[in-house]
């Protein structure tokens, strides 16, 4: 079975500093997807980024990268020049290629400080 | 389009009731799935589909019911509420060849 480990339960950054977030993860499978989650207060679950692992690429979205190590089997997340609205739970989610679930991590909650 | 949608958004059950969370997609999505969300923690799986008419257990399936009878449609059916499903329920959906899913809102139910 995979897990998915969040290591961080609580960070906090400043206004315009970046901040990384960690998150590991343990499958035998070698084809697979890597997201990570965005949940503010208001509770809606929000996709931030994802990473197809048999890309070499790390994904990029705006503010939002990661730093994909496959044999490391590490997924993490850095938010550049930090907004109070990124302040929200952060949740890392893995899927095998053809499986029906996500598996997630317990999430770190990120606090983004004026 | 809405997305997902779900209702309702809060409910409060006596220990024994029962009740059916909606969620409703209005993507032609062919996935779906339940999921709880119990404090401190990540998310859950409760039941899933693959399209009307099939259903499966997650992680966590006792005390829940799906039925799947419309593309759209995926309710979760509590059946006789216990204090350990106080959660927050959340509906989602994908589609065929990609695997990120979408969320809905989310229902903070409690059980006491």
């Known amino acids: 079975a995979q897990t998915v480990t969040q290591s961080q339960p609580e960070m906090s950054v400043q206004e315009a500093e970046t901040v990384t977030l960690s998150c590991t993860y343990d499958t035998s499978e070698n084809n697979y997807y890597l997201f990570w989650y965005k949940q503010p207060p208001s509770r809606q679950m929000i996709l931030v980024i994802r990473q197809e692992a048999y890309k070499q690429q790390n994904a990029t979205e705006n503010r939002f990268s990661v730093n994909f190590q496959k044999a490391a089997k590490s997924f993490s997340l850095k938010i550049s020049d930090s907004q109070l609205g990124d302040t929200a739970m952060y949740f890392c989610?893995?899927?095998?290629?053809?499986?029906?679930?996500?598996?997630f991590g317990k999430g770190t909650k990120l606090s983004v400080i004026p | 389009n809405a997305g997902v949608t779900q209702t309702p958004k809060f409910r409060i059950l006596k220990i024994g009731q029962s009740m059916t969370l909606q969620c409703t997609q209005d993507m032609n999505h062919n996935y779906m799935y339940w999921y709880r969300q119990d404090p401190g923690m990540g998310l859950k799986l409760i039941y899933y589909s693959v399209g009307a008419g099939i259903t499966d257990k997650g992680e966590v399936p006792n005390g829940y019911n799906v039925s799947r009878s419309t593309t759209e449609d995926f309710p979760l059916r509590l059946e006789l509420a216990a204090p350990s499903q106080t959660s927050v329920y959340f509906c989602?959906?994908?589609?065929?060849?990609?695997?990120?899913?979408?969320f809905g809102p989310g229902t903070r139910l409690t059980v006491t």
């Open positions: 989602a959906s994908r589609t065929s060849g990609f695997y990120e899913q979408y």
């Open positions: 989610a893995f899927t095998g290629a053809g499986s029906y679930q996500l598996t």
